[in-house]
């Protein structure tokens, strides 16, 4: 067990999971030392029955880079828990541990769908006026060809419908992130994109283009845009929402009035926070299985959310549903396509 | 005056603007309908005296696109303003009208920087917790060279330096916005520009690499991206800021004690308004003229804000920091410039 804060954050978070899902049926394989799982399992005794633990002292550093990882992780908490999937043990991983090494180890292990992925995606969801919007690649691909970015839609479709949509027979809206939404906007890529995703016939509802501000605004369900734009979009909203945090309790106790102001509103305030508060963590999408990467910073509560994101996603057929439409997209990208692409589209009217 | 609110916003900006200069000699050429200018100016006499009506009934619609407005747009107020600078006759032209043939008839009458330059870049001034951090390009410039990032962050320390820093003498600190601050992050244009600035020998204190929470953070004064991240950091900030304000109402009105501490908190919520909006307009950089281009939507307070940040521009010496600092890059560029790069580094020390 990684991540910034080890076994009490994780085993906590367990614990919490379990409250959430009530009743539904759920086991853990905890991977990591035993003697510090077993401490922290003390203070869970509904969670005792309902976890296995796997014992390795083998850890990956924060600072280990991909290459070094996938030489070394061999052993480790991280690598088990990924086998643990490709072993047929678990439906799904949760890690708090090293981004990238959870990456090239997961893509290793359990390898991308399709033959047209070169990286997982991540995927953050942002908490909005509408409910969530599903933002991706927040991370891991920095330079993008339009097809990646259908993939990405593809991907984002799937990963909404498991996890935000009530009813799964819902049709995602889906958008590419551009500074502009008229056709003629942005670079090569993001043009190409649209143009794909107009004739592609695919299982969502393709909007075009949105702006920046449909991110928070809550425009459409899940928005597209390579790992640059995206990691920056990610960050400079979590940059913006500590500002706002600290400035809101600043403005709130700088005299006496607004403190007392402060005190009534407590109820309120408590709602606000918890509505900006996005999810603790984010799956790794394109693999032929289920990770999710809980934030490193998370406490219980993010951590409990991630894995609540990996059993709905383990749940649900999202892995076929991005197979089935990566299918579609390389026949939109067969040099002989504009054809089939038009009956493709006709029979999924 | 163009603008989503013409001159009665123009007008009231300006008589706001006089306020805030407090005594600086300041006077205004309106530029537009006469009879309604006339009308606004009515509701401010202080100002009538400063002012002189420049009557046209032409103006560029926000529709047009900037090659249209470079053909048709002769003659209309936003082109009397800018042609103004070129004649003497004004120090600067501030614009609430439409940006793109803002920025089209700008370039073609007042021309470009230096040899370098393709197009204005467009700053965006955001609130931090430490002041005001510079942001640009926002919005023209979609692919970019590294070159062009060091364009930008020369004319961003000009315009900090002019506009946001109360000793002229001050060093800005200047970062470019990438997914890590480790050398070997982002794609190949930040790294290149990092190489060039790290060895440039510029006028501000180049930082390396910043990330995008680095934006409200206030790690430095000044943060350059290509207009694409750029435009979409931006507008996603300002999503978040309008859902963070309602979310923030919502909360404060879901029950009667929230109700009642909202009330007495009114000042420290003030306060927190203030603290978070932005100034109303950014300056089109690296043009051999001063244009600020006040926000479409803004009201009198953000007009003035245009006013305000144009005038400060016009008092510096900001163009020729700018010209002084292009000469620089050329050299580093230039096919043999390792040498001279390096002794430009140790005569800057």
Redesign the interface.
């Known amino acids: 067990m990684g991540g910034d804060h080890g076994p009490p954050v994780a085993v906590a978070g367990a614990a919490e999971a379990t409250r959430r899902l009530s009743g539904r049926p759920v086991r853990f394989l905890l991977h990591g030392d035993e003697a510090r799982i077993e401490a922290e399992l003390r203070r869970f005794e509904a969670l005792r029955p309902l976890v296995e633990i796997r014992h390795t002292a083998q850890i990956i550093s924060g600072e280990e880079k991909p290459a070094q990882a996938l030489r070394r992780g061999k052993g480790s908490s991280l690598w088990n828990a990924v086998e643990a999937i490709r072993q047929g043990e678990a439906a799904a991983a949760v890690s708090g541990g090293n981004t990238g090494a959870l990456m090239a180890i997961s893509k290793l292990i359990l390898r991308m769908i399709g033959s047209g992925l070169e990286r997982p995606a991540i995927v953050a969801s942002w908490p909005?006026?509408r409910g969530v919007t599903a933002l991706l690649d927040v991370?891991a691909n920095?330079?993008c060809a339009a097809s990646q970015l259908v993939e990405f839609a593809i991907m984002g479709d799937a990963f909404y419908r498991a996890v935000h949509a009530a009813d799964p027979a819902y049709r995602p809206t889906v958008g590419v992130?551009n500074?502009g939404s008229e056709e003629m906007k942005?670079?090569e890529e993001v043009r190409e994109a649209n143009r794909l995703l107009r004739a592609g016939g695919f299982d969502f509802d393709y909007r075009g283009f949105v702006?920046?501000?449909?991110?928070?605004?809550g425009a459409v369900d899940v928005i597209v845009?390579d790992?640059?734009?995206g990691?920056?979009?990610?960050?400079?909203?979590?940059?913006?929402?500590?500002?706002?945090a600290?400035?809101?309790k600043q403005?709130?106790?700088?005299?006496p009035?607004?403190m007392?102001?402060?005190?009534?509103?407590?109820?309120?305030?408590d709602?606000?926070r918890a509505?900006?508060t996005p999810p603790g963590g984010g799956p790794l999408l394109g693999l032929n299985g289920t990770v999710v990467k809980s934030h490193g910073g998370t406490d219980a509560s993010g951590f409990a959310d991630a894995i609540k994101i990996a059993y709905d996603l383990a749940a649900s057929r999202y892995i076929e549903e991005i197979g089935r439409n990566i299918e579609r997209l390389s026949v939109a990208l067969a040099p002989d396509a504009t054809n089939n692409v038009v009956s493709e589209a006709k029979s999924a009217e």
């Open positions: 909005t006026a991370g920095i330079d992130l500074v942005g670079h702006e920046g501000n449909d991110i928070a605004g845009t790992g640059f734009t990691n920056i979009a990610l960050k400079t909203g979590e940059g913006l929402a500590r500002f706002f600290a400035s809101l403005s709130l106790t700088g005299d009035l607004s007392a102001g402060a005190v009534l509103a407590k109820g309120g305030l709602r606000l509505r900006l």
